[in-house]
């Protein structure tokens, strides 16, 4: 990674960005596809970054358009990727997918332009706000999975509620909440103003609550419809039930012998149980 956000200790770690050449990531699509898979997911510590340090330089919605032509699979995900390197070209390409997942992990961090600021994140509140809205306007069925890190050296009550009212306000499926720990070496090690844990923990609590309140939220929407799922190889370990997962993310359970395992079936998402889907082989 190139990125050096004031947290992180992984660039010291792991070093600067080194990418996969493209004609490897499809011989590796196209072999996990001949070898039974039905979907992939191209991941890495700076997924947006991918390409910027290859001769010639490319860059991910490069990949994603040869990956598009050549459809070595049934489904590719996206991993975590970055606000400022989701483009206007990857969400129309996406969009416009035949085997793109409808599905995005964004790395928000704060809501707080000041904290954003302190962290090294380049990008404000309003940009991110821009692009979670761009995403929803073309594809209002997709997952937008959100990363939160709470209680960075100096966040105020008015940070944090920055944070939780931008999260409530914008359209997003899920959020992943991570409380500030910190890494020797990083200049936020370094920072004033640090945190006590009783208070991070209690401010996560708070914006774990409101993740499950959007997650719920989201399920609900797709009662009543049919959507794709893949069928995972193993079965649900509490009900039995075969499980699945749907492009846009949605986890369903579902009745059905083992011969729909490891296949992708239209399935009519009936009812949500607590936190979990349930459905039936469409007819």
């Known amino acids: 990674c190139n990125a050096f956000c004031t947290y992180c200790i992984v660039p010291y770690a792991r070093g600067r960005s080194r990418s996969m050449p493209p004609d ?6 196209e072999k996990l596809g001949g070898a039974g898979f039905h979907e992939v997911v191209l991941t890495g510590i700076h997924l947006g970054a991918y390409g910027h340090d290859l001769a010639p330089a490319t860059n ?3 990949l994603m358009a040869r990956i598009e032509n050549k459809k070595p699979i049934d489904r590719v995900r996206i991993s975590s990727i970055e606000p400022f390197e989701l483009t206007e070209e990857i969400i129309q390409l996406v969009a416009a997918s035949d085997i793109f997942c409808r599905h995005f992990h964004i790395p928000l961090q704060s809501g707080d332009n000041g904290i954003l600021k302190k962290m090294g994140r380049p990008y404000s509140r309003q940009d991110f706000k ?4 761009s995403i929803h306007r073309v594809m209002p069925d997709a ?5 939160t890190l709470i209680g960075f050296p100096g966040e105020s009550e008015a940070a944090f509620n920055k944070t939780y009212e931008l999260m409530d306000d914008l359209p997003v499926s899920y959020l992943h909440v991570f409380p500030f720990s910190s890494r020797p ?9 640090k945190l006590d844990p009783p208070v ?6 708070r914006i774990r609550q409101l993740g499950h309140q959007k997650r719920l939220k989201f399920y609900r929407s797709f009662i009543g419809q049919s959507l794709p799922v893949l069928i995972e190889t193993k079965r649900d370990g509490t009900s039995g039930l075969l499980k699945g997962i749907s ?9 059905g012998d083992d011969t729909l395992k490891n296949s992708i079936v239209e399935v009519k998402i009936e009812k949500l149980k607590g936190n979990q889907l349930f459905g039936i082989l469409a007819e």
Request: charged content about 20%; glycine content about 8%; hydrophobic content about 45%.
């Open 24 to 29: 490897n990531v499809l011989q590796s699509i």
């Open 60 to 62: 991910f919605a490069g």
């Open 130 to 133: 821009k692009i979670i809205n």
């Open 143 to 147: 997952a937008i999975g959100v990363d």
């Open 185 to 193: 070496g990083t200049v936020a090690d370094t920072l004033p103003n």
């Open 200 to 205: 991070i923990k209690e401010r996560c609590e």
């Open 247 to 255: 492009s846009n993310y949605l986890p369903v359970l579902i009745e």
